[in-house]
């Protein structure tokens, strides 16, 4: 069956998201407050809806790529229309925030998804599955970094409405730790932030440390740096049998290591096939929406997610660790 998608937002975000649900068949109408005619026009494909109202009339989805302060009311609108709803991370700018749009869907009986592609991305999906499977033994220290220009959006720079780099980019990898080595008892964090001018955005860079109720580590380091600075991501996986790396500049396959019966040095699973991890997200999302098994990630991890990056910038401000619930967070 054809979906009807609300796709609410213009940006960068859905100049990805609007191709994959075209490339899915489905039928989008695109709302934002500036950018939706040449979003349109430079996919291919959609129709601009002039009003909130409109895009949502009928809609089977909304997809949310509005900036991060919009979310809940969004969100909110979507389930009074009886739309389910894919929302880019994070979910919200406060935890109650995110339990309120998660309480919203779910009394309004549509499903809530974040968008954290993360972790449809094969090097990382593929790290993640010889995780669970055991390759490298319990999980003891991980390594996560992430670099790439400062956004330009001003809206990006006021952590009252983005939340800040923790919250805004480094939330894909809190995500991940806490997907592979489960919850988290403790965050540790600090930053660096340079000066922004008219002519120079400055850099800001943060360390993010987990200590998991596993005692496991988990090192996060997010960086945005001065504008043309090349992506850049990483991780280390150590455990007690064995090591997983990866790293983005060098191309290089991932690697395992330590153990005679280790997964070998595969990049991609076999099916993977250089697909877009934004359409591989969306095909999954768009199946359970359409009644099938669900995705990878939950509301609720969207929810710890978010209990973690507020943790971190709890810690920027005050210097110190900051203790969470015990009871938040999924494990492989």
Not at 74 to 91: D, F, N, S
Not at 226 to 243: M, N, Q, W, Y
Request: charged share 15%; proline share 5%.
């Amino acid at each position: 069956m054809t979906q009807t998608v609300a796709l609410i937002g213009a940006g960068g975000i859905a100049a990805v998201h609007l191709p994959a649900w075209l490339a899915l068949g489905a039928t989008v109408r695109v709302h934002s407050l500036n950018g939706a005619e040449d979003l349109v026009a430079r996919c291919g494909g959609g129709t601009v809806a002039a009003t909130l109202e409109e895009a949502l009339d009928g809609a089977d989805v909304v997809d949310v790529c509005t900036p991060t302060v919009t979310h809940p009311e969004t969100v909110a609108a979507a389930a009074a229309a009886g739309a389910h709803v894919l929302c880019e991370k994070p979910l919200a700018l406060t935890v109650e925030a995110a339990e309120e749009m998660i309480a919203t869907c779910r009394a309004a009986g549509v499903l809530l998804y974040p968008g954290h592609v993360v972790r449809y991305f094969p090097a990382y999906a593929t790290m993640h599955a010889a995780v669970a499977a055991g390759e490298i033994g319990q999980v003891a220290v991980q390594r996560f970094t992430r670099t790439g220009s400062r956004p330009q959006a001003d809206w990006f720079a006021d952590e009252a409405v983005s939340g800040g780099i923790v919250l805004d980019q480094m939330v894909h990898d809190l995500d991940f730790a806490v997907w592979n080595a489960g919850a988290v008892r403790e965050v540790f964090a600090r930053r660096v932030d340079t000066p922004r001018t008219d002519e120079h955005r400055g850099v800001v860079s943060a360390q993010v440390v987990l200590t998991h109720v596993s005692g496991a580590l988990s090192y996060v380091t997010g960086t945005w740096a001065v504008p043309g600075t090349t992506f850049h991501t990483s991780f280390e996986v150590a455990g007690t049998d064995g090591l997983l790396t990866h790293d983005s500049a060098a191309h290089a396959p991932l690697r395992v290591s330590g153990r005679p019966s280790s997964a070998g040095t595969g990049l991609l699973p076999a099916t993977a096939g250089g697909e877009s991890p934004y359409l591989t997200e969306i095909r999954e999302m768009a199946a359970a929406f359409a009644g099938g098994p669900a995705p990878r990630v939950s509301a609720e991890d969207g929810l710890t997610a978010v209990r973690l990056g507020l943790a971190a910038n709890e810690s920027l401000r005050t210097g110190a660790p900051v203790t969470v619930a015990t009871e938040e967070g999924a494990g492989a």
